[in-house]
């Protein structure tokens, strides 16, 4: 079965993030005032070959802790979906 | 009223991901073979400060034309939640 896993990597809410900071200066600049905070990180999409949702779920996991996220400074979330 | 929007930025479909395909090699030789595809984008959370729901989407459309994606390269989907 073929599963789409859409995974957010964000930076910890504890840590500053220079680059949202930027987005929201250059928003501000741009005149969209109503923007009071920005925080940028990665947004991953994967496509998995698995036998079931479970499955899937658990190699997203694998890819998460082991390549895609550094969990020092950042925390994962996704789904898994079917297709 | 406060917003939160979610927004996601993928390279189009059309277009090589070159991280992507990194991401891929990269896991494949970490032996998550199971996964044969991914791409990278990017992932921003804006707080939104905005009357309502369709003022706090309409920001959020002029944030990401005006300076968050690239529309010739990259794609841009949203939610908006209140809170």
Redesign the interface.
């Known amino acids: 079965m073929k599963y789409t896993a859409h995974i ?3 930076p910890l809410k504890e840590l500053l993030d220079p680059q ?1 900071k930027a ?1 929201t200066n ?2 501000h600049n ?1 005149g ?1 005032t ?17 036998a079931d949702q479970a ?2 779920e658990q ?1 997203t996991t ?2 998460c802790k ?3 996220a550094n969990q020092v400074m950042e925390a994962f979330t996704f789904t898994v979906t079917e297709g």
Chains 1, 2 share one sequence.
Not at 34 to 50: D, F, M, S
């Open positions: 957010n990597i964000m949202g987005v250059s928003l741009l969209l109503q923007v009071q905070g920005a925080r940028v990180g990665k947004h991953v999409t994967l496509a998995i070959e698995a499955a899937a190699a694998e890819a082991k390549l895609l």
